[in-house]
């Protein structure tokens, strides 16, 4: 029950930034950014423990040294004198990182993506499938056409004025489409929000409306004051 | 009833028993409202199915909603006596797509101990699972980075694992390029997870979502509404004044 009215009381901390940013606002997300930090850092130590420290020390696995060194080069980002060699576990994780990445990605993101675009058109394919050929077509001057849109070296008249019109409408759609769905994602997790206050544990809207109220008298109360010393 | 939703539907349909079915939570509790539904709902239809649940995490502070579902529809998680049978919770894999390639090529070696800090040979389903070659079917509850592109980059690319997705509804325009060919099936945002609660009626599975879709209903009208007095007022001055 406890934990339930903290978080209400936090929910209702942070949705006072409606009114304004204040003092109860800045509290829940310092609150939030600390217990984040906090708790990535344990459930980080676990890992290492369960993964490298344990081995080493139970079964001898001395190789697990070499990575548990690199992985202390980072501390070396405090150091003005020797900050040269924190380049050297960032380069190893940059590296891996990007080296891992590119090999899926000119599969995943690139050919299978143009295959996909280009796909000879379908009539049994379904509404929905990108080869059903309404769709097709509908991909293919969409596509052509953004990517006229993106045509700098040459001035746009004429024909190449046309397809970059395309083009940009091609994109104010699927802006349009991305800001509808942010909209409805934003919808979701206020409604989220409200039903925790209102419904889970029954009685906590009791609790929740009138907290609501006092935080906000407060903080109308507290900027009223800051302002009038001002004057 | 979107196609998204139905094809994630059938792709968890057409699973028997025994499969193996990977589960991962890469969404934090900001997502919660959107993302949750969708697990909850995913793992009852894995159960249904009898398939063999893997569940892991690659965002750290998205593990713990596994543990919650497995709670919540299983009965119970490491206290359960199918667990390490019939499902397992490897908990969180650091360093996103590096875990991921990681993970894929030995899963033994990237979780030596489950989430609850059971070592991973003890759990009798893990003997089998060796790499990604040994799932069936990735499901992927996302909300950003590491998430879909990162799975298809290091899971559906290397090993052609079916892959399906349960994203917020901010991410799903950028998700919809990859269906049906790379992703083959997607749950968008609440309004998906919705519908697949509908979907799953036939399992004994009762939704939560049906309240929260009618308040979302009535303020997608509300926006419209104001769109469209926005223009029509947009209007009246723009050529009203010319008159």
């Known amino acids: 029950m406890l934990g339930t009215l903290m978080a209400a009381a936090f929910t209702l901390m942070v949705y006072s930034f409606f009114y304004k940013e204040n003092k109860a606002y800045r509290f829940a997300e310092h609150v939030f950014i600390g217990l984040a930090v906090a708790h990535g850092a344990v459930i980080s130590s676990k ?25 202390l080069l980072f501390f070396f980002f405090f150091s003005k004198k020797y900050f040269w060699v924190y380049r050297i576990p960032i380069s190893t994780v940059v590296g891996t990182g990007v080296g891992l990445g590119m090999a899926g990605l000119m599969r995943s ?11 000879l058109t379908n009539p049994k394919a379904a509404w929905y499938a990108g080869d059903y050929p309404i769709n097709a077509v509908l991909i293919a001057i969409g596509v052509i056409g953004t990517l006229f849109f993106f045509i700098f070296t040459t001035e746009q008249k004429g024909p190449l004025r046309y397809a970059s019109h395309i083009g940009r409408w091609t994109m104010m759609i699927a802006f349009g489409a991305a800001f509808g769905f942010t909209v409805m994602a934003r919808m979701s997790l206020l409604i989220g929000r409200m039903q925790f206050l209102l419904d889970y544990p029954a009685g906590v809207a009791w609790y929740s409306i009138p907290v609501a109220i006092l935080i906000l008298a407060a903080v109308v109360l507290m900027e009223r004051s800051k302002a009038a010393k001002k004057a | 009833m979107s196609p998204m939703t139905i094809a994630y539907h059938d792709v968890v349909e057409k699973l028997k028993p025994g499969d193996v079915a ?44 596994m543990d919650r579902a497995f709670k919540e529809i299983l009965g119970a998680s490491k206290d359960h006596p199918k667990y390490g049978i019939d499902f397992v919770n490897l908990g969180w894999v650091p360093n996103g797509e590096v875990g991921m390639t990681a993970l894929g090529k030995d899963v033994q070696a990237t979780c030596s101990k489950d989430y609850y800090g059971t070592p991973i040979g003890a759990l ?30 290091q899971w559906q690319a290397q090993f052609g694992v079916t892959t399906i997705t349960a ?17 083959a099936g997607t749950i968008e945002g609440l309004a998906g997870a919705a519908e697949y609660e509908v979907l799953l009626a036939r399992y004994g599975y009762k939704g939560t979502l049906a309240p929260p879709m009618d308040a979302q209903s009535l303020s997608h009208l509300m926006v419209i509404i104001f769109i469209v007095l926005g223009n029509v007022g947009f209007a009246l001055r723009k050529y009203g004044k010319g008159k």
């Open chain 1, 47 to 71: 890992y290492m423990w369960d993964t490298a420290l344990t081995p080493l020390l139970t079964k001898g696995e001395t190789y697990w040294i070499l990575p548990m060194l690199v992985g």
């Open chain 1, 109 to 119: 993101q690139f050919t299978d993506q143009i295959r996909q675009t280009i796909a």
């Open chain 2, 22 to 65: 990977i589960i991962s939570m890469d969404y934090g509790p900001a997502s919660m409202p959107e993302q949750y539904p969708a697990t909850k709902a995913t793992v009852a239809h894995l159960a249904a199915k009898g398939a063999k649940i893997v569940g892991v995490g690659f965002w750290a502070d998205g593990v713990p909603f």
């Open chain 2, 124 to 153: 009798s389903m893990m003997k089998d699972i060796k790499s990604g070659k040994d799932f069936k079917l990735l499901i992927t509850i996302a909300s950003g980075t590491p998430g879909v592109p990162e799975w298809l980059r």
């Open chain 2, 167 to 183: 994203v917020t509804a901010v991410s799903a325009p950028g998700v919809r390029v990859y269906f049906p060919a790379q992703i």
